[in-house]
């Protein structure tokens, strides 16, 4: 991670202690989560305690103190997504990812996480795939949706592969 | 400074503007139990031990008295039966945390609290918050802080200050209403885990193995 991101988005922010959440909100949106050295920047350049930022850090749960995938599926587990199959919607994610919810992959691809309620419950059940939402979703829509997401994974780490020195190297053997 | 008047318990009482209600109270003698409050520190209405009856406008509301100010014809019951039950709940909840802290058990007396009303927890800590406002307010070292919330919120010391900060201080284990070992230990794990040598922002952070500048 470059600090300088972050020095970046304290400026914008004037360096006010009160606009403390929305510096974290900014990390958060651009590196996805909260790594320790962006928050001991922040705690010495806001001049706020270290305590005072993990008490926020903890409290919320937009942030994250571990890394995240770079596609977040939240899956909405409350009353009414819960009567129409919500379970059956989070058992698909989690066989077609192989996250469980709270967790992330290692390869970072995909986080899993559940809410309790969007506030669009006349969609349930309701899947929320980096920020666009699917309502009425159907476990094999689930998986399609997924899938494709999956798909373009691979073809991205392939086409980074091929860039790469590695695949000179193989390329050589291939030859050879 | 305008004079407000109140009744506590019965008795007219002449406070200055500001007080809170528990100031009150005690300028005339009445005790109200607290946990929480502390005289060196802010009020904080964690406990709310101090709950009392407050009539105003023709309105019962039950208050937080460390925290509430007095107010002109305020008439305040600092015991009744609603205030002590709730006061009984409070302890038993506290006492599942501390069934032997003496403060506790000493109030539990009085209030009739069973102390083995609600499962035993595995902390003593009571989210009192003494340690963390005496480090925040006092100290200003911020070296101990809640993390969490809800029913996994707790105390826990920042490695990279406790290291520096800590072992010369431990002020705030004697305040500890329930057990100071608790602060001990809470200390002790985040001491455990020693901070990463190279962090930025942490300062004198080389508690590690490969630091010689003592």
Same mark, same amino acid.
């Given at each position: 991670?470059?600090?300088?991101?972050?020095?970046? +988005?304290?400026?914008?922010?004037?360096?006010? #202690?009160?606009?403390?959440? !929305?510096?974290?909100?900014?990390?958060?949106?651009?590196?996805?989560?909260?790594? *320790?050295?962006?928050?001991?920047?922040?705690?010495?350049?806001?001049?706020?305690?270290? #305590?005072? +930022? !993990?008490?926020?850090?903890?409290?919320?749960?937009?942030?994250?103190?571990?890394? *995240?995938?770079?596609?977040? +599926?939240?899956?909405?587990?409350?009353?009414?997504?819960?009567?129409?199959?919500? !379970?059956?919607?989070?058992?698909?994610?989690?066989?077609?990812?192989?996250?469980?919810?709270?967790?992330?992959?290692?390869?970072?691809?995909? #986080?899993?996480?559940?809410?309790?309620?969007?506030?669009?419950?006349?969609?349930?059940?309701?899947?929320?795939?980096?920020?666009?939402?699917?309502?009425?979703?159907?476990?094999?829509?689930?998986?399609?949706?997924? #899938?494709?997401?999956?798909?373009?994974?691979?073809?991205?780490?392939?086409?980074?592969?091929? !860039?790469?020195?590695?695949?000179?190297?193989?390329?050589?053997?291939?030859?050879? | @400074?305008?004079?407000?008047?109140?009744?506590?318990?019965? &008795?007219?009482?002449?406070? /200055?503007?500001? @007080?809170?209600?528990?100031?009150?109270?005690?300028?005339?003698?009445?005790?109200?139990? %607290?946990?929480?409050?502390?005289? &060196?520190?802010?009020?904080?209405?964690?406990?709310?031990? =101090?709950?009392?009856?407050?009539?105003?406008?023709?309105?019962?509301?039950?208050?937080?008295?460390?925290?509430?100010?007095?107010?002109?014809?305020?008439?305040?019951? %600092?015991?009744?039966? &609603?205030?002590?039950?709730?006061?009984?709940?409070?302890?038993?909840? @506290?006492?599942?945390?501390?069934?032997?802290?003496? /403060?506790?058990?000493?109030?539990?007396?009085?209030?009739?609290?069973?102390?083995?009303?609600?499962?035993?927890?595995?902390?003593?800590?009571?989210?009192?918050?003494?340690?963390?406002?005496?480090?925040?307010?006092?100290? /200003?070292?911020?070296?101990?802080?809640?993390?969490?919330?809800?029913? &996994?919120?707790?105390?826990?010391?920042?490695?990279?200050?406790?290291?520096?900060?800590?072992?010369? =201080?431990?002020?705030?284990?004697?305040?500890?209403?329930?057990?100071?070992?608790?602060?001990?230990?809470?200390?002790?794990?985040?001491? @455990?885990?020693?901070?990463?040598?190279?962090?930025?922002?942490?300062?004198?952070?080389?508690?590690?193995?490969?630091? /010689? =500048?003592?």
């Amino acid at each position: 991670m470059d600090i300088g991101i972050i020095d970046e +988005i304290i400026d914008k922010h004037g360096g006010e #202690s009160g606009a403390l959440i !929305q510096i974290l909100l900014d990390i958060q949106g651009a590196v996805n989560w909260l790594p *320790k050295e962006a928050l001991a920047r922040v705690s010495e350049k806001l001049s706020v305690p270290m #305590s005072r +930022i !993990q008490h926020i850090t903890t409290f919320y749960k937009t942030f994250s103190l571990t890394p *995240k995938g770079r596609h977040e +599926i939240h899956v909405c587990l409350g009353t009414a997504c819960h009567v129409r199959g919500a !379970q059956d919607i989070l058992a698909t994610v989690e066989e077609v990812t192989g996250v469980k919810p709270g967790e992330t992959d290692p390869d970072l691809n995909f #986080s899993v996480e559940t809410v309790s309620c969007l506030g669009c419950c006349a969609l349930g059940p309701v899947m929320v795939v980096d920020g666009e939402y699917h309502g009425n979703v159907k476990p094999a829509e689930t998986a399609k949706v997924l #899938s494709q997401l999956k798909l373009t994974e691979t073809a991205e780490a392939l086409e980074k592969l091929k !860039q790469s020195e590695t695949a000179e190297v193989l390329n050589l053997c291939a030859c050879q | @400074m305008a004079e407000i008047n109140l009744q506590i318990d019965g &008795k007219k009482v002449v406070a /200055q503007e500001g @007080m809170t209600i528990l100031e009150a109270a005690r300028s005339i003698g009445v005790e109200i139990p %607290t946990v929480c409050d502390h005289e &060196k520190l802010l009020p904080y209405g964690a406990c709310r031990v =101090c709950t009392v009856e407050a009539d105003a406008n023709g309105k019962t509301s039950l208050v937080a008295a460390c925290q509430q100010p007095a107010a002109n014809g305020l008439v305040v019951r %600092t015991r009744s039966e &609603k205030v002590d039950r709730i006061r009984k709940v409070l302890l038993e909840q @506290m006492l599942s945390h501390a069934p032997d802290a003496e /403060q506790l058990v000493a109030l539990a007396a009085t209030y009739g609290a069973d102390r083995d009303r609600f499962d035993k927890e595995a902390s003593f800590c009571i989210l009192c918050g003494l340690c963390v406002r005496y480090c925040a307010e006092i100290k /200003q070292k911020h070296a101990v802080g809640f993390f969490e919330r809800g029913s &996994k919120r707790e105390i826990a010391f920042i490695p990279e200050v406790a290291v520096r900060e800590c072992w010369d =201080c431990k002020e705030c284990f004697p305040l500890c209403p329930t057990s100071a070992l608790q602060a001990a230990y809470v200390l002790t794990e985040a001491l @455990m885990t020693p901070p990463e040598v190279d962090g930025p922002g942490s300062g004198h952070a080389c508690a590690g193995h490969k630091c /010689q =500048c003592g």
